[in-house]
């Protein structure tokens, strides 16, 4: 009898041992508002990023990777459900994902693998300031609020300060450790996640509780990393030429006031810099894995939410469809995959939910708005070869721009239509002749316009779900603003946009009345409370 069980025990291990050789693990490290054309030339010559360069060397690069949406929790909301932003009517970075949603990390530990989430995770609903919130919710007020602080540098430490983002370094610490402790354990494949704050801009202290990130904080050592005279200064559009939504964003991010060349290119070479110290942590998770003996049969994906503009197009942070805010770095390494490879196929976020499962041998259910990615960069011919779409959707309905937005990239065009499709002129750019995006050209090309917003409208409503989203912002500022009860003039006075509200209170206070005043059942709401 003995004997019986020990033989079932040695197969069964066996078995297992040749599942796992078969289903390798998998890291992800991704960072926030890292812009992806860094991740390739000529970008990547501006900075020394070499732990992405070793993945670029060794895996393959994405030239072309997009976020869904531009800015943090519904980026990573579409890129954990692998649906669309509009699917999971993740609107703002308050409304996301439920709690209990489904995500790739939850089928790779239901089908057999250990699993860590580490770090910035920021998918679900109820999280951000207050402030972020009711930006978001008021946008189509008739007023006009600067809502950020003035986007500043900041030069912190010596040449021996390397460690600055002090909450990243303790996450990546802590994945260092976990990966040591699972090379010593069983044969099961893991699946580890690692987030990332940086190179995201910090908060500025001094403007008080409320503040926005608009400090570009580094140190001596990591400005040695970046290349300055390498570093560009972005060509502007007058202010009186901007698009409307372009205008309102630049204003609102306090950046309409005047910036010397000095001040933009000092803004651009330390986030350069805070790009580095971004790069170090993903080379520490490499090297432990590395020194485990893991990297072999690891699969470590870079990624990012989205970009940062750094000043190009007068804005800094987000919130944006030009490309420095909207494309971000995907870069893929692992067993059996490509090595060098540059693949230009358009992708974006939604494709890792698909790709991660395909990786691990697990057959994608539900209705998934991706496409794997394994088929373009894998060296197996075992691999599904099903063509990937040639056009990626990305869309905004947050703070910061004062129109819900929508962004199609196929071939050489970028079409942007925005709210229900008349009442904001639409954006045409074409990325092969004009790369800073400063030609809307769609008045050149009105069949361009008209095939695009018709493949537009075959993916999306979109001005169904602007209307959504409208009605959305009404009802939940509305239930906000009854919450408050008699603190309500007070508290939406000191909220990030308080020294322009401070101004003329009062006539700020009757433009929101006169906002809501508009859906008579968001008015009927209010009046209830």
């Known amino acids: 009898m003995f004997l019986i069980i020990l033989m079932f025990f040695l197969q069964s291990y066996g078995h297992s041992v040749s599942q796992n050789v078969s289903r390798p693990n998998i890291v992800m490290v991704m960072s926030d508002a890292f812009d992806g054309r860094l991740s390739f030339d000529p970008g990547s010559k501006v900075v020394q990023l070499p732990y992405i360069n070793y993945l670029r060397e060794l895996g393959s690069t994405f030239l072309n990777a997009y976020t869904n949406s531009p800015i943090c929790c519904p980026s990573r909301a579409a890129m954990w459900s692998g649906r669309f932003v509009h699917l999971t009517e993740s609107w703002n970075n308050y409304k996301c994902l439920d709690a209990n949603a489904t995500t790739w990390m939850d089928e790779l530990e239901r089908n057999g693998y250990n699993t860590k989430m580490m770090g910035k995770m920021d998918y679900t609903s109820g999280s951000h300031s207050v402030s972020n919130r009711v930006e978001a919710w008021t946008r189509d007020v008739q007023f006009l609020l600067r809502q950020e602080g003035r986007p500043v540098s900041q030069l912190v430490g010596n040449m021996s300060t390397k460690r600055i983002m002090k909450e990243d370094w303790k996450n990546t610490d802590k994945a260092t450790k976990w990966i040591h402790q699972m090379a010593a354990r069983s044969q099961q494949p893991f699946a580890l996640y690692l987030g990332l704050n940086l190179p995201h801009p910090y908060k500025t202290q001094s403007l008080g509780p409320t503040a926005g990130g608009s400090t570009f904080r580094t140190s001596p050592y990591w400005l040695t990393k970046v290349s300055s005279e390498l570093v560009s200064i972005p060509k502007w559009l007058p202010m009186a030429a901007m698009h409307p939504v372009d205008y309102y964003s630049t204003f609102t991010k306090n950046c309409s006031g005047d910036f010397s060349e000095e001040e933009v290119r000092r803004i651009r070479v330390f986030y350069y810099a ?26 470590v994906m870079f990624t990012a939410d989205h970009g940062e503009l750094a000043m190009e197009h007068r804005q800094f942070y987000k919130m944006s469809m030009f490309e420095g805010s909207s494309h971000v770095p995907l870069l893929i390494m692992g067993p059996r995959l490509m090595s060098g490879l540059q693949v230009n196929q358009i992708v974006s976020l939604v494709d890792l939910y698909p790709t991660l499962l395909e990786i691990a041998g697990i057959s994608a259910i539900g209705n998934l708005s991706g496409h794997s990615l394994l088929p373009l960069i894998s060296k197996s011919s075992n691999i599904s070869k099903k063509q990937h779409p040639n056009w990626v959707l990305s869309e905004y309905h947050g703070s910061n721009a004062n129109a819900s937005t929508y962004m199609f990239r196929i071939g050489q065009w970028k079409y942007i239509a925005y709210a229900d499709g008349l009442s904001v002129p ?20 009105p069949e361009v316009q008209a095939h695009l917003d018709k493949l537009l409208r075959s993916i999306v409503d979109y001005p169904k779900v602007s209307t959504n989203v409208h009605l959305y912002n009404k009802k939940a500022f509305s239930a906000w603003r009854c919450s408050l009860g008699g603190n309500y003039s007070q508290v939406i006075a000191n909220l990030r946009w308080h020294v322009d509200w401070q101004k003329d209170a009062l006539a700020h206070e009757k433009a929101v009345d006169k906002w809501l005043s508009g859906s008579l059942e968001t008015f009927y709401d209010y009046n209830k409370c």
């Open 274 to 299: 805070m790009c580095a110290e971004a790069d170090a942590m993903l080379g520490q998770i490499i090297s432990a894995l590395r020194e485990t003996g893991l990297l072999n049969n690891t699969v």
């Open 426 to 445: 639409p954006q045409l750019f074409d990325l092969t002749l004009d790369k800073d995006e400063l030609h809307n050209v769609i008045l050149r090309f």
